[in-house]
């Protein structure tokens, strides 16, 4: 039973965001900046954003040589190039909006490991290809770092290098954007499952339950920001999800690890996290079981990141794995992320892919417009 208070100044907004991750976060932000007089409201079901946002690991990239080459098997340059464009300028937005000290940022480089013999015309493709957005060369051979990192010599044939990657603290990054939504007066509800919506000719209802308690709020804009989770609302939507593991080892005595590393067209990466070693991916392994949005490990990929960890990334030291996780993305059949307008009220902004580190604060951005024009 509501109060009159209550019904009046607590359960109407001009925006409600259902959706906590740093989407959600950052459409909320951005939609203040020309609102600022906007009641917003952001519903997160979980206690922390339960998605993606907290679990990945914290790459800011926008891809290694094996993985443009897999993107332009389905798309054209031109496409490419904006592709990369929009998720180096979202990892520019990211880092200009919360500053690189609160969010951890290290401009370290990406590498990528090769374990084939390369074509190594292929750098000089590539570099070419992007010339007209960095106006540098962006891909390097490395090669003579495979010792100095500890690798192993006899797997790891050739090594990249990005000099425009980076990585951030993913926990920083998250509790930031949390600060900043509580500074600008954006509230938060979390454990705060959303059933359903409906659009009326002045509002837009939106159905929550709260620690088993029902209500409906009312709102005068609505942004679904629930990547993996859409087809709940939209199940036409080009959105499958996709699980991915990741996994900490204790703290370790050797090599300290500076850049964010990738193998296998992108599908695993690794990168060093406060001393130790982080390693995640191998989703290509088995597809359709990690085609789901249920937590949980599943143990062939594990053993899989783990073989790789002894026997080509850390051979000289043995590494414990000290926790292990998975987070939920959302993929389709291409590789763009979807912001549009599903009506006069509601907008969607979803479909990261692996990639929504880099591009998440763009399509916050994007979709805050949508909803203010
Ligand atoms: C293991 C892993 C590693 C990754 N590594 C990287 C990386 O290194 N670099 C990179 O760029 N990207 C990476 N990603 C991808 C990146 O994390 C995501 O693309 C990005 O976080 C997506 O943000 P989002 O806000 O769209 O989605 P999410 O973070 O998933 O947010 C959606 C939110 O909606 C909430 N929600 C869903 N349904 C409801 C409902 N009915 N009511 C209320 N709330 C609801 C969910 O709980 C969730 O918190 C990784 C992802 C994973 C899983």
Redesign the pocket.
């Known amino acids: 039973m509501l109060s009159f208070w209550e019904t009046t100044q607590l359960t109407r907004f001009d925006l409600v965001v259902?959706?906590?991750?740093?989407?959600?976060?950052s459409t909320a932000i951005h939609y203040r900046k020309d609102n600022p007089e906007a009641r917003i409201a952001i519903?997160?079901?979980?206690v922390?954003?339960?998605?993606?946002?907290?679990?990945?690991?914290?790459?800011?990239?926008f891809g290694s040589i094996d993985e443009l080459s897999d993107h332009l098997e389905e798309m054209t340059q031109e496409e490419l190039l904006t592709l990369v464009e929009r998720r180096y300028r979202g990892g520019l937005r990211l880092r200009e909006l919360l500053g690189d000290q609160r969010i951890g940022y290290e401009p370290c480089g990406g590498y990528e490991l090769h374990t084939h013999q390369l074509d190594h015309t292929v750098i000089e493709r590539f570099n070419d290809m992007l010339r007209p957005l960095f106006a540098e060369n962006v891909y390097q051979d490395a090669s003579h770092e495979i010792q100095s990192n500890g690798f192993s010599s006899d797997r790891v044939t050739t090594l990249i290098r990005n000099q425009f990657e980076g990585v951030i603290h993913t926990g920083k990054m998250i509790r930031a954007y949390q600060e900043m939504a509580l500074e600008h007066g954006i509230m938060t509800f979390t454990q705060?499952?959303?059933?359903q919506y409906y659009e009326k000719e002045d509002a837009v209802d939106v159905e929550?339950t709260h620690l088993g308690e029902r209500m409906t709020l009312s709102t005068q804009k609505l942004a679904l920001?629930?990547?993996?989770?859409t087809s709940?609302w939209l199940p036409k939507e080009d959105i499958t999800p996709g699980?991915?593991?990741?996994f900490v080892t204790k703290p370790r005595k050797g090599v300290d690890l500076r850049g964010?590393f990738h193998y296998n067209s992108g599908y695993n990466?690794f990168r060093s996290v406060e001393g130790r070693l982080l390693l995640?991916?191998g989703r290509h392994l088995d597809k359709e079981t990690e085609s789901t949005t249920d937590p949980g490990i599943n143990q062939h990929i594990y053993n899989a990141l783990v073989r790789d960890m002894h026997e080509m990334i850390s051979p000289d030291e043995a590494l414990d794995v000290d926790q292990v996780?998975?987070?939920?993305?959302?993929f389709g059949t291409t590789k763009e992320p979807i912001v549009k307008k599903v009506s006069d009220r509601i907008a969607l902004?979803?479909r990261?892919?692996?990639?929504?580190?880099?591009?998440?604060t763009e399509?916050g951005f994007d979709v805050a417009a949508l909803l203010t024009t």
């Open positions: 259902i959706g906590g991750g740093l989407v959600g976060l519903l997160e079901r979980g922390f954003p339960s998605g993606a946002s907290t679990k990945n690991a914290g790459f800011l990239c705060t499952e959303c059933h929550i920001c629930t990547n993996a989770f709940r699980r991915g593991l990741v964010c990466y995640g991916g996780w998975s987070g939920v993305m959302a902004g979803a990261l892919g692996g990639m929504g580190v880099a591009l998440g399509v």
